[in-house]
């Protein structure tokens, strides 16, 4: 009776130890998707949102069906080879990249045979990752945001806004891989407008406290601020910069505007972060990405901030204010 006892309580306690394994156990069986990003997550915290919102409309909750390893560059785009080779290392079922285009080149570089959905500011034709928008081919589709293609647009707003003649100091990165395509896109524009720009760089939080002084020493100066993932993680900085130097600055992402900046525009990244977390979820679900056409936007949003032109001393044409998908006041 005592080792029918004993054989009991055994029997029981490898039950209750099955019971507290088994969540474990089913985690365990989860597809693993791998975030690879070149920014911090505080400042993109309502994006990643966004992409857990993509995902779970797409039938995946993270917890619950689906896990996410994140890999964060934390602007250090020299970094981004070493995180995505890890997530390649972890075999995830997909890499997602987000924060630009040097998380995508990364990860392409690091596998030619796990899925990658990503969000691209330039086209990602032109830069050899995919074969066509409709039918990409190979192992990468995602989002092309047109970020850096409207630079041409922000050019055009500030020469409405602004008194004719007024210098355009346009602010790259040059650590991010795109600078170079960008400014030459940016000076094809400005010669196609008959606009005068000039170049500046910052890669730190000083040197963009830097930028702004020097600007703010050149009256009559105002500022168009390149599309880069270090610059939307500090738009609080930006915001407080050019209200401090009085220089008119536009952006590409309404975040900035949301934070006190002038004006904005661009795509929504909340929707392309969202569409991306859809496309993750279809590639989870079996589709292939060289299926899978490559979503280019259709919305662009104007955003003015009104606070910040009144403190400028700027009057926003009526027109301009008109055609503003959203007006800060």
Known sequence: MRVGRLRRRDFLNLLGGAAVAWPFAVRAQQPVIGYLHSGSPSPYGHLVAAFRQGLKEAGYVEGQNVAIELRWAEGRYDQLPALAADLVDRRVAVIVTQGGDPPLLAAKSATSTIPIVFSSSSDPVKLGLVDSLNRPGGNITGVWLYTSLLGTKRLELMRQLLPSGTLIAVLVNPGNPNAHIDTTEFQDAARTLGQSIRLVKASTEA???????????????????????????????????????????????????????????????????????????????????????????????????????????????????????????
């Open 207 to 329: 040197e963009v406290d830097t930028v702004f002084a020097t600007l703010g020493d050149r009256h009559g100066s105002a500022l168009l601020v390149n599309t880069d993932p270090f610059f939307l993680a500090r738009r609080d900085q930006f915001a407080s910069l050019a209200a401090k130097y009085a220089i008119p600055t536009i952006y590409a992402q309404r975040e900035f505007a949301v934070a006190g900046g002038l004006i904005s525009y661009g795509t929504s990244l909340a929707d392309g972060y969202r569409q991306v977390g859809m496309y993750a979820g279809r590639v989870l679900k079996g589709e292939k990405p060289a299926d899978l056409p490559v979503i280019q936007p259709t919305k662009f949003e104007l955003v003015i901030n009104l606070r910040a032109a009144k403190a400028l001393g700027l009057t926003v044409p009526p027109t301009l204010l008109a055609r503003a998908d959203e007006v800060i006041e």
